[in-house]
């Protein structure tokens, strides 16, 4: 397997494997997820993910292997194709992103513990908790900021 090799913007021609890796990463890590709801979410996201303004995590074949999304200081996205977990990428991303925003924040589903435990590692402190996720649905989300 190739090394990891850089961070870079998303080009138009990366939107496809953003998906792939979205739908990989998910399918590891939100066992929690009905069915449906499932695809109803693979179909919004399909519908702006491939041009969204995305920072991805490249291996030395220039090939996408996580991405994450920021919004302002918030953290809309992570996700590392699971080929990949706990290779550093996720950190590499978040340091990035922390170059780019002294502060930040992010949501993560409160039934993916191994997300919680990323980030509480990175030194992310939960500062809330929602119900709901950001759509309406049943999966309550705990809030984070970065707080070294």
Known sequence: ??????????????????????????????????????SAIEAEVAAFLP???????????????????????????LFIDPVWHGQGIGRRLVDHALSLHSTLTTDVNEQNDGAIAFYEALSFAR????????QGRPYPLIHLRYAP
Do not use: N
């Not at 303004?53 to 991405?67: K, S, V, Y």
């Not at 500062?127 to 950001?134: P, V």
């Open 127 to 134: 500062t809330g908790r929602s119900e709901q996720d950001g």
């Open 51 to 77: 041009l969204a303004p995305a920072w991805l995590a490249t291996d030395t074949d220039d090939l996408a292997i996580g991405f994450m999304l920021i919004d302002g200081a918030h953290m809309e996205a």
């Open 1 to 38: 397997m190739p090394a990891m090799s850089s961070i870079r913007p998303a080009r138009a021609a990366d939107g496809a494997r953003l998906l792939d890796i979205w739908r990989k990463a998910v399918d590891a890590t939100h066992d929690f997820l009905t069915p449906d709801d499932r």
